[in-house]
């Protein structure tokens, strides 16, 4: 089975600090996702990750930044964080192709 | 303007009977399309998926419809059980399976 891994599963943060969540694959898979889930919202993507140090912007970029140094470690970096980033950070994993996403159990991020 | 639309945040249905959960999407180039089931404090799981040659796919209790037409797509779950309480999220992508756009999601309450 595919298991997606995240570092915390909840995270309390001040505003202006710099975060980072970890997410970590074990299948091999060559693509990994970053969302955020906010209520009436569903999943909006804000990075993906299609190969080793390629990244791509998704629809929400704007305050973060991403890292691929390893294929199966993607990290999400909040350089400044703020509190309308306060949500629940979801990491998934596919292979490529017409494949379904695997996702890991989530980050559920507080910025006071 | 979100391209993939879930009308009803939630339903109830009773135990034993269908349950019936529906997806509008905007853009006609989207080629293959997936539900996901997500319970709380979980990341979301796969359920079942269609790609656009085809307008029924059906997986045991689970059954999804396409009408490309009408850009419309539907999960159906009979007979409904307690435990498919949960969000239920449509999904949507283009032929190169990379990008994944998300529904806002449909809390389904399964009543005993």
Same mark, same amino acid.
């Given at each position: 089975?595919?298991?997606?891994?995240? @570092?915390?599963?909840?995270?309390? /943060?001040?505003? &202006?600090?710099?975060?980072?969540?970890?997410? #970590?694959?074990?299948?091999?898979? *060559?693509?990994?996702?970053?969302?955020?889930?906010?209520?009436?919202?569903?999943?909006?993507?804000?990075?993906? @990750?299609?190969?080793?140090?390629? /990244?791509?912007? &998704?629809?929400?970029?704007?305050?973060?930044? #991403?890292?691929?140094?390893?294929? *199966?470690?993607?990290?999400?970096?909040?350089?400044?964080?703020?509190?309308?980033?306060?949500?629940?950070?979801?990491?998934?994993?596919?292979?490529?192709?017409?494949?379904?996403?695997?996702?890991?159990?989530?980050?559920?991020?507080?910025?006071? | 303007?979100?391209?993939?639309?879930?009308?009803?945040?939630?339903?109830?249905?009773?135990?034993?009977?269908?349950?019936?959960?529906?997806?509008?999407?905007?853009?006609?180039?989207?080629?293959?399309?997936?539900?996901?089931?997500?319970?709380?404090?979980?990341?979301?799981?796969?359920?079942?998926?269609?790609?656009?040659?085809?307008?029924?796919?059906?997986?045991?209790?689970?059954?999804?419809?396409?009408?490309?037409?009408?850009?419309?797509?539907?999960?159906?779950?009979?007979?409904?059980?307690?435990?498919?309480?949960?969000?239920?999220?449509?999904?949507?992508?283009?032929?190169?399976?990379?990008?994944?756009?998300?529904?806002?999601?449909?809390?389904?309450?399964?009543?005993?």
């Amino acid at each position: 089975d595919v298991k997606v891994t995240q @570092s915390s599963r909840y995270l309390v /943060k001040r505003t &202006g600090e710099k975060v980072f969540l970890e997410c #970590v694959q074990d299948m091999d898979h *060559e693509n990994m996702f970053w969302y955020r889930q906010d209520p009436g919202l569903g999943l909006r993507l804000i990075y993906f @990750s299609y190969d080793v140090k390629m /990244k791509e912007k &998704g629809d929400i970029p704007e305050g973060y930044s #991403v890292s691929r140094e390893k294929k *199966e470690r993607f990290s999400l970096i909040l350089e400044s964080a703020s509190t309308n980033q306060t949500s629940m950070y979801l990491c998934a994993s596919k292979r490529g192709g017409l494949d379904e996403q695997f996702f890991g159990p989530g980050t559920r991020l507080t910025v006071l | 303007d979100q391209q993939v639309k879930q009308n009803s945040p939630s339903l109830s249905v009773q135990e034993g009977r269908i349950s019936i959960l529906n997806c509008d999407y905007t853009n006609s180039m989207f080629d293959y399309f997936l539900w996901y089931k997500k319970y709380p404090a979980e990341g979301p799981t796969f359920l079942i998926s269609i790609s656009s040659i085809k307008d029924k796919n059906e997986d045991g209790r689970f059954t999804v419809f396409l009408n490309k037409s009408a850009k419309h797509l539907s999960l159906h779950i009979v007979p409904s059980q307690p435990g498919d309480s949960a969000v239920y999220f449509c999904a949507a992508t283009l032929s190169n399976g990379q990008n994944f756009v998300f529904g806002p999601g449909t809390r389904l309450s399964v009543l005993p």
